[in-house]
């Protein structure tokens, strides 16, 4: 009788559990990768994930700050990881496509960073960079084209940044496991590690999905329920707690990487991109590959034009457009061509009817993706521009 | 007396077993809609198709055409629906899916059905409330939609219209062709619906596109298959009426 009573509670006790939904929010014990760092999580937002050889802590944070905006870290001087990923701009830069520290032009634009930590694939077409720690190796040490400009100047690098008192401190507290070593090894741990803080969350939709009613404007909900919507299909691949795909975090066992062709160009009636940005096809060498390329978060979207993988969509109002038409059309010049008809593209991509209002109403929701604070969040700030 | 533990035991496990429905929320038995879709009114079938004037003054004889929906959803008058906590299943629906307030299906209907002719889409159960609008999903067709016709192609696509036009001031008919793949939504007003559990409990809508418009602002002769597929998709859904029986 004693045990049968027992099995009741049980039962009870889980009956309860089943039904209140704060209990189930699992608090996921934290990976032995994250020891003493303090993640500042918005609600609802899991842990991001960190590489068991790169565990976070205060310290690496403060000194990958640090090195993210120091301009010590291009060939000459004049760059730094923040002059292509400003704060103000969400971690990109306003610029259609990107310019590196040489003036040279980058094919592509510079991606936001925000909530870069959750990302499953880094980079607009490649599916092999998944670390930040890796990908940090690629605008340093680039050479097509010339980002940082670093290329065959490591050992100037290292000289440079083992002279700043500064960095004399931190890299051992940081790195204590390893003497504070200042290497390319520390130094892209270091980098990844603030990127990883990098974390937005608090746009009028976060404070309305946390309970705020009045958060959003009738508008911004009208245009939620429009980007949820069968019709418009937007959140196929903008969609979960990072408005994208291809995200990852703490706890999660299979990454899941995707690439889209959204029907941008179609040059030779075939499908064609322009090159040398032709997706993935870049990487894999596979023609289905053509004008695949990473779906962003849309955190934030509002201050991250010009638009698309290569900025040539200046405005929202635009990619609504392209969007709704089922792709893009360029009568003239040498990307002329049908996007819509674009064999490659994305079977979500089918084009829709939108009235005025629903599209003031769309961009009324972007916009409300916005989070302000972290715009201006001193955590996440150029420390270099305030006294160390 | 040796049965008393053992009864006090059933007991509890029938309370334990009865418990999550009234622990973990109410439900309301009996309400029902019945959705039925009407074939558009206007203008009249005439030995199988329809005859427009439009704006631009074209003359117009439409010999086929074809629209594909997905679904039907009534909307609730307090507008936006209101989530209050983060969910971690994506808040939109797959294709296809059924709710209380939304009938989720795939078929292709015949733009040249006789007016008036009925059919019944499905029953929604749901909860009380006031309903402002009935929205008809517009989408591409699916390869197992049902009624896709045998003479054209409606796969992938959302609308299909044909035949023939004469342009303003011309006398030769020429052949054209509409289609598009774009989604669209045809939102028809209601009065408000109100259902209750004490008051209003069972209701018949239905649905219609009634418009005689459905080629305005369609210059045949210069607009492309898809420009004119979208064109008449516009019309159409622009002109969705609800009505109660």
Known sequence: MRSACLLLHLFFAALALSCDKDSLKTDLPSSPAEDSYVWKLPSGFPKPKVPADNPMNTAKVELGRRLFYDRRLSGNGTYSCGSCHEQKRAFTDGRGVALGSTGEVHPRGSMSLANVGYAAALTWANPLVTTLEKQALTPMFGEAPVELGLAGKEEELLERLRREPLYQKLFPEAFPEVGGTINLDTITKAIAAFER?????????????????????????????????????????????LLADSVTHDGKVMDEVMFHNTGLYNIDGQGGYPAPNRGVLEISNRPEDMGRFKAPTLRNIAVTGPYMHDGSIATLSEVIDHYAAGGRTIATGPYAGDGSKNPYKSEFVTGFLLTPQEKLDLIAFLESLTDTDFLVDPDFSDPWLSAP | MAFRPMILLLVSLLIAFLSPLVACGEQEEGIEVAVLWEAPPGPPVERNERRFTSDLGYQIRLTHGYLSSQSVELVPCTGAVRRRSFSWVREAQAHGISSPTRLGFARVDSLLASPGSLVHLGTLAPPPGSYCALTLGLRVADEDAEGLPGEVDMVGKTIVVGGFYVAPGGVQEVAFEGETTASAAAKAALGPLVLSGEGSRRATLVLALETERWFDGADLANLSREQIGRVVLQNLSAAAKASAR
Not at chain 1, 201 to 224: C, F, H, T, V
């Open chain 1, 197 to 241: 803080t990098l974390i937005s969350g608090n746009s009028p939709y976060d404070r309305y999905l946390a309970g705020d009613q009045g958060a959003m404007s009738e508008s911004a909900l009208r245009g939620k329920e429009l980007f949820f919507s069968e019709r418009l299909e937007c959140f196929h691949c903008h969609g979960g707690f």
